[in-house]
């Protein structure tokens, strides 16, 4: 008997203290990120951000919980990033994440948005984008959390 599934998660993640400790150009942190998720055997879709934050539109293989499996992408990427000095202002991935189901009728939209991150920044901060995310999802945002 065969499983099947099909879940579209956009996942966001910011730098410690929200700092831009990014290169303008991050497709060397781009390219390490899709080569864990490739050996965590699940799909990306789209991977974009700017010097504070990246974006993900993957499917998680379901062998893999999501807690683990941005566990892993943070600590394996956040290791090599600093081994590699290419962004020498980053000091790691701040301890959360933003995950949120999709359908297959917003994927072509996400694809979109995040690869316009760039131009995207340039009329609306990462504070404002992430409590917009999370209000479109209804989530309550508890305060002494947000972007700690």
Not at 100 to 121: A, V
Not at 129 to 141: A, D, F, G, K, Q
Request: charged letters at 25%; a positive charge.
């Amino acid at each position: 008997m065969t499983s099947y599934r099909q879940i579209f998660y956009h996942i966001l993640f910011h730098t410690k203290g929200s700092k831009p400790t990014l290169n303008s150009d991050s497709t060397d942190i781009y390219n390490y990120m899709w080569g864990i998720i490739k050996n965590k055997k699940s799909k990306l879709y789209q991977i974009n951000g700017v010097q504070d934050h990246v974006h993900l539109l993957v499917d998680i293989h379901p062998s893999n919980a999501v807690a683990d499996f941005m566990k892993d992408l943070k600590a394996y990427s956040s290791s090599w990033i600093k081994q590699s000095n290419a962004h020498p202002d980053f000091s790691g991935w701040a301890d959360g994440y933003g995950c949120f189901t999709s359908s297959i009728h917003e994927k072509d939209r996400l694809i979109n948005y995040i690869k316009g991150q760039k131009e995207h920044h340039k009329k609306e901060s990462f504070e404002d984008e992430y409590r917009r995310i999370l209000v479109e999802n209804r989530i309550e945002i508890d305060e002494r959390y947000f972007l700690k």
